[in-house]
């Protein structure tokens, strides 16, 4: 579990670090956490 943590902590590392905004969106954080809507598809 730990390691799966860390490898979504660090997709969300790259993420900020890439972003032009200062915070990255709660839109965007859960693209790239692969949230899945509550409904159980994702928009792709």
Do not use: Q
Request: aromatic share 2%.
């Amino acid at each position: 579990m730990a390691l799966i943590e860390i490898d979504l902590y660090g997709d969300l590392m790259i993420a900020a670090s890439s972003a032009d905004e200062d915070r990255l969106s709660a839109d965007r954080i859960d693209e790239v956490l692969r949230v899945v809507p509550a409904g159980g598809k994702r928009e792709d």
